[in-house]
């Protein structure tokens, strides 16, 4: 008796340290979010809570690594590829991203830094990406498979800036230890310690011909550091507050830096002596880049909306960036032909501007964010290996999920995307518009293959049946309508309903069809007489029906509105009403086993609910903005959902998966040296 009130009281303790551990996990998920992911893996170890995996699974899905989306926090750094055609950026969200310059948009994401990514550059031949982080580390990624190369440590306090030689040999980075540390790419081994007792590196950057580094100082100075003998080679005075930038012209004649004392300054490389130094700026200058001819320098200010065009001959200034957000970082493509700007919003969780310039006329030439707009819809490919994604200005872009990295975007679409379904077979991807049209893609050629015309008004849903041989669509004209999927002709409308139709869904057998109403009601047709069966009430209920589906074994049906409920399709009644989302529930999916249905609000929270005896077994947080698109993935361990923010995000639903990637992660990225103190207990050990 003794020993079972002694387990008991065990048992109670552990659950309700690991409910403490979970709370402190959500608690730090947004601004530390690798912390957050090992402090909830401590929580569901020490108790499987249904908190405990909540928690778990909300901060993996808050990683960086697992958003397809643009930054969520300020950018510091830019930088472009050697051909022009790729931009890489640093953020405050621990994340370095790649992007697109032609099409503007997000290519990858590298995550894997604890702190804020300060420094970001290519390698000469484009290979290589390096970042220099806030966590005391430096990394190099691949530039083709964009994987993780190495985790640079030794720096004992943050890293704020790296740069590679001119052969690509050799990768400096810079830190607030007061070291420089220099690199062989190759081997990933230290070579050198360049030190003189002097205080915070700022930046660093390699003179043209290799020979000489140029470090910026906290303490007003730059130090020109001989490669070949390790020596201060000359010191240069004369800024009157903290070096932020330094810059070699293309020739390594002249030097280019910024300062926190509001102005960028022009050194000559021969002499050492400072040529020109340029005001306006309205706080520190914290980037400078010259264009590759060197005739001109372009400078950018930490608090300030715009950038600033030098002549670097009659040191007149020349032209201004202007921007609707504050300006942080600029960059002149290898090509002359365009700059990049990058800015910083103040605010996180809002998406900062990245923004490419006509670098002839000044002329604002491309946004680049990672998406045209509010994502509205998502869906998976039947083998699990691709995500489309559809946004509020009708792009739809298409995600390899396993590198996380983009794969195509589909045009076509003048207005915002409603809804997308892939057939069966996975060959065709069908998606809907508020432009009155329904488009038909191959998934294999990615390019249109028909255009679906004959709504009034917008299309919100679209639905394939089993057998992959019709698509049946519903609008706002208070109809539905059937589509053969081989001669892209119309089959049937089916009308009568009282209001707009904004859901839709097949029977697992093909032979009924469901149709959502904005008059509150559901209705279930008869595919082979065209005629409604039955409408389906809710007691109560004001909400117009957002969402439905029947689950995969065809007994039930479920669809959302201000709750969501469920109905036995054999008899029509109402099995079950699910509560607990303190908003109106707009998307719902089955779990393709059946096992789990997944619901989503307004309220911001997924909900994981047992189909077995309607039971919560977790709610997701971290979302960001509402969920405005969902779904399973066919293996049933991931979900992807869609919001308004304009963030696709990536859900592993299976805890002991979870905790298997965040070690796998944290080994990988050295995180026990970053984020662990000695007073935690690493749960990957």
Known sequence: MAFHQSRVASDQRRIAESRELAARADGMMREKPEAAMLLALSAYRRSPTNEARSSLISTYAQYPGNQLTGHTD????????????????????????LWDTASGRLVTTFAGHTDRVAGVVFSPDGRLIATAGRDRTAKLWDGVTHQLVATLTGHSSGVNSVAFSSDGRTLASASDDGTIRLWDVGTHR?????????????????????????????????RLWDTKSRQVRAILTGHTNAVMAVAFSPDGRMLATGSSDRTARLWDMETYRSTATFSGHADLVWSVAFSPDGRTLATASFNDDTARLWSTTTHEATGALTSSGLISAVAFSPDGQSLVTTSETGQRGVTPTLQLWNASTLEKSRTLTGSAGSATAVTISPDGHI??????????????????????????????????????????LATTSDDGTARLWDTRGYRETAMLKGHVGSIR??????????LATAGTDHSTRLWDTHSHRPVAVLDGEPDAVGSVAFSPDG??????SHDTTVRLWDLRSRKVIVTLQREGQLCRTYSLAFSPDGRTLAATSCDVTVWSTETHQRV???????????????????????????????????????????????????????????AGHLLATANTDGAIRLWELEPETVGKRICTLSREHLWHRTIISPSWKNPCD
């Open 74 to 97: 300020d950018m510091w750094a830019v930088a472009f590829s050697p051909d022009s055609r790729l931009v890489v950026t640093a953020s405050d969200d621990h994340t370095a991203k």
């Open 190 to 222: 230290q070579t050198a310690l360049l030190s003189d007792g002097s205080s915070s590196v700022r930046r660093v950057a390699f003179s043209p011909d290799g020979r000489t580094l140029a470090a910026g100082y906290s303490d007003q100075k730059v």
């Open 387 to 428: 995500l489309a994604a559809g946004d509020s200005r009708g792009s739809v872009v298409l995600w390899d999920i396993a590198r996380r990295s983009l794969i195509t975007t589909l045009t076509g679409h003048t207005n915002a995307i409603t809804s997308m379904v892939f057939s069966q077979d996975g060959r065709t």
């Open 461 to 470: 849903a679209a639905a394939f049946s089993p057998d992959g041989l019709t």
């Open 511 to 516: 032979r009924t069809l469901a149709t959502g």
């Open 576 to 634: 079950t009403r699910l509560t607990g989302h303190t908003d109106t529930t707009s998307q719902l999916a089955y779990a393709p086993d059946g096992r789990m249905l997944a619901t989503a609000g307004y309220d911001r929270t997924i909900r994981l609910w047992e189909t077995q005896n309607h039971q919560p077994v977790a709610t997701l947080t971290g979302t960001g903005n509402y969920v405005s698109g969902l779904a399973y993935a066919p």
